[in-house]
């Protein structure tokens, strides 16, 4: 392979008194010394059997040539020259497979060539900067166009070397390809937005429940009592046509809201169509992920226990994660206070039975005072200061909704552990 980022000198180790090799004549001293080890000894100044100085001055180049070398040709990050009309003069194959031009193409392009528009003139501005000695490096994380079209994210660290024939400085850049972590980072942020919306679809649900709870018994109560108006009224001579009209009216509407709020409890309940094969251990590390950030700055260890072969579930997949997402958040807010133990995190999934799977997610938190053991599940009921009491609520209508249980007891010796226990359909999987 062409070296286009040459090695510079030995460590100086053994060097001939007045005379110092060059760069270039070192380079080409060691690749003799690699293609012809049969040639003649220099004459041994150290004694019989002892390195020549000469030898030395091989050894030392030869392993100096062979770091930078490795260097190079690393798997794990490009390296990139850009010459003086800002072409890619040099670059290792590391950066040639990431973008897919050959070393020979690269030396056509510029950097500029295959960046997008928005990075691609900011990007110009650094190499000025670069050039006019403003600045000596800068970081980026920008996207690359391959030979065939798509694009690549990357993370480059560039810094000013000097062009010792010019004078000139041009830019030497480290590029590493974070395409594949990128991608994992947007379908994370993706999927918390989506949990935030479905949150909010479901607080609203949730609200709209407990007001269709709160009147449909009033409303009932009107249906039964224009029932008995009208058995009041069929007695002789009263005006039974009209009176009776009116009071089938009565019914008719109090009906018709009864079917309302049955409207709105529909939209609150699990869409059939919705579902689909759920693997809860998919969904409990999904939902670690989202909270990874908060669980790290809350320092809370998470020890997980995940059932290797469990049955694969019939559900809607965005509502049960929000249910083991609201658990988790929960927990993590019960372990805030905590001071003087360890913050622990427990989740574990098993067979419950030949139908059934069960999710435990235990904390070390506060614990649940006696009292607020029932009402906690009630929406509307918190204890926290910026809490909207929803999150149970809505976390025990979904299980419902999916024909499972959510139930809570004491941990110990500290804090508390919720048991989410959803039915099966009876089918294997991991
Ligand atoms: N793991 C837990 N440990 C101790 N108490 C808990 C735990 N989970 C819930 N609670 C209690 O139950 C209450 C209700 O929880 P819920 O999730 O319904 O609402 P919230 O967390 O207060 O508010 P939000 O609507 O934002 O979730 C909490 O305020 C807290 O007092
Ligand atoms: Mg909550």
Redesign the pocket.
């Known amino acids: 392979m062409k070296q286009d980022i040459g090695a510079s000198g030995g460590s100086g180790k053994g060097r001939r008194p007045g005379k110092k090799p060059t760069p270039k004549s070192a380079l080409k001293a060691s690749n003799r010394a690699r293609t012809a080890p049969a040639k003649p000894k220099a004459k041994s100044t150290d004694g019989e059997g002892g390195l020549g100085a000469f030898d030395e001055l091989h050894v030392d180049l030869r392993t100096s040539e062979e770091r930078w070398r490795s260097l190079l040709e690393n798997p794990l990050f490009g390296v990139t020259f850009v010459g003086q009309h800002l072409r890619y003069e040099g670059s290792n194959r590391t950066f040639q497979n990431m973008v897919g031009f050959s070393a020979e193409e690269l030396r056509q392009i510029s950097p500029l060539d295959i960046s997008v528009s928005g990075e691609r003139e900011l990007n110009a501005v650094y190499f000025k900067e670069l050039q006019s000695g403003e600045r000596n490096h800068y970081e980026m994380i920008k996207q690359l166009r391959r030979k065939d079209g798509s694009l690549i994210w990357t993370h480059l660290y560039v810094f000013a070397v000097t062009d010792r024939k010019s004078g000139e400085k041009l830019p030497f850049g480290i590029v590493f390809d974070i395409t594949d972590k990128k991608q994992a980072q947007d379908a994370l942020e993706e999927m918390r937005a989506e949990l935030v919306r479905v949150a909010r679809v479901n607080e609203m649900g949730a609200m709209a429940g407990s007001i269709a709870h709160e009147i449909a018994q009033p409303l009932s109560s009107i249906v039964t009592a224009a029932n008995a108006a009208l058995r009041w009224l069929e007695r002789p001579n009263p005006e039974i046509e009209e009176t009776k009209a009116l009071l089938r009216g009565i019914v008719h509407d109090g009906q018709r809201a009864a079917d309302i709020i049955k409207g709105i409890r529909a939209v609150f309940r699990a869409d059939p169509e919705q579902r689909s094969a759920v693997k809860v251990n998919e969904l409990v590390r999904d939902v670690l992920a989202l909270s990874q950030t908060e669980l790290r700055k809350s320092l809370i260890e998470v020890r997980t226990e995940l059932a290797e072969t469990l049955p694969v579930l019939s559900a809607d997949p965005v509502q049960l994660q929000q249910v083991i997402f609201?658990?988790v958040?929960?927990?993590i807010?019960?372990m805030d206070p905590v001071v003087g133990r360890d913050r622990i995190l427990r989740i574990k999934s098993e067979h419950g039975g030949s139908q059934w799977l069960v999710v435990s997610i235990e904390?070390s938190?506060?614990?649940?005072a006696p009292e607020?053991m029932d009402r906690?599940?009630k929406s509307l009921?918190?204890?926290?200061p910026?809490?909207?009491?929803?999150?149970?609520?809505i976390?025990q209508s979904i299980v419902e909704s999916h024909g499972g249980s959510l139930t809570?007891s004491p941990a110990h010796p500290h804090?508390?552990v919720?048991r989410l226990s959803l039915p099966t359909g009876g089918a294997d999987g991991a």
């Open positions: 609201n658990l958040k929960n927990a807010d019960a904390d938190g506060v614990g649940i607020n906690m599940f009921f918190t204890t926290k910026n809490g909207m009491g929803m999150g149970l609520a976390c809570a804090g508390a919720f």
